[in-house]
């Protein structure tokens, strides 16, 4: 019996080995119902990948037969980007893969090449880092209200659930895939979409799907371009709003950001120059120059706001009574300092501070205006949230 058994599994073995496609469902299902102990059958499986590269679109028990399944290194095929309605065939996986080729659409499609994060090695290189582990739905976000322009692609990691989960109930109780630094979404933004010939399968499918509109594609085509020129730079911070809170790590020297107004797409521009946020050794902020203090060094969430001057020495040549932009630090992401002593950020957070110790980094609104930071649509958003009276900053707006 042990032999009829041993000399049926090794002719399994044997066909893996010799043959030049991917293992057949039935020759998996054979290994199961035969009661193949569980570390042989994985034993052939990575005697096949080894041999003739991966295995796509196997199942490892019948209990999974109900299941869609999940696309893996070839044949990588989306035909969806509406969350309402999903289904679990759109499940990828793109776990280790540095730059995967998705299809976006129908099969006959074209394929859109696809980055996690690039970075510069030895020799100005750029290197393409692999997608972590997981697999999910890549999916369209957008918010009602945004000018044309706005709005991102992002992937939602999902676990394997039971046979019986819906690809809703799935999307639901899923998390965003995270950026490199892992404190925002990982995301493909439109900007990059509307422009780059190689997301055009993409384009199309949103089209498609009626996620975009034509109008939206040509109007935010042009807007795109400044000059006959792409607005968009590397490492380009893209705000959607101007009161959307972005990530940087701090002390940051030049801090450049892509502004989405509803009058025009802001090129990237310089929103910053020489930004800090000190501490002191407990809870509190810097009060003033000469207060004992540390720099932070770490990532942090800020976002602009506008702010009325009420004591002049906080600022550097302002006057009192003037609105001016700033920018307030939300959130640490590094909550413990190199020393190892914790970093305390006031409740509410606190502004960022310019090269001197207890002055806050400040943007005059005229100035803000003229290199397209602010636009009059933009100025009465902040004005809205952080003033009790837009009359104060009416005639800069208008002029």
Known sequence: MVQRF??????????????????????????????????????????????HGSIQQFRLNSSSAG????????????????PERLVKSDIIALSGLAH??????????????????????TGHKAVHNPFPPGRGFFYFRSRPGLPAGAGEIRFRLVDAGSPSDSATELFARGRDLLD?????????????????????????????????????????????????????????????????TFVIRLPMYTSRITFIHEECVAPSVQAGFELFWRYAQGPGPVKGSDAPSRVYEGYAALRFELKKVDRIKDFYNVKEGQVVLVLRV???????????????????????????AGRYWCMP???????????????????????????????????
């Open 67 to 82: 299941q869609h399944d999940i696309q893996h290194r070839k044949g990588r095929r989306v035909s969806n980007l509406d």
């Open 100 to 121: 995967p080729s998705v299809n976006f659409g129908t099969s006959t499609g074209g394929t859109c090449q696809l980055t996690y994060y690039r970075s510069m090695a």
């Open 365 to 399: 609104l005229d100035r803000a205006l003229k290199y397209g930071i602010l636009t009059p649509s933009s100025l009465k958003i902040l004005e809205e949230l952080y003033l009790s009276n837009c009359a104060l900053t009416k005639s800069v707006a208008t002029g």
């Open 180 to 244: 490199r630094r892992g404190h925002m979404p990982w995301r493909l933004h439109m900007l990059q979409i509307y422009n780059s010939k190689i997301y055009r399968p993409l384009l199309s499918l949103l089209l498609q799907q009626g996620l975009i509109s034509q109008a939206q594609t040509r109007d935010a085509g042009k807007r795109a371009f400044a000059r006959g020129h792409m607005v968009l730079k590397h490492n380009s911070t893209i705000l959607d709003t101007i009161s959307d």
């Open 6 to 51: 041993s000399s049926a599994f090794r002719r399994v073995v044997q066909y893996v080995r010799s043959s030049s496609s991917s293992i057949p469902t039935r020759a998996l299902g054979l290994l199961v119902s035969r009661r193949v102990p569980r570390g042989l059958a994985l034993d052939a499986i990575s005697a096949a990948q080894k041999t």
């Open 330 to 356: 939300v959130q640490l992401f590094d909550p413990v300092g190199p020393d190892g002593l914790p970093v305390f950020l006031p409740e509410g957070g606190d502004f960022v501070q310019g090269q001197v």
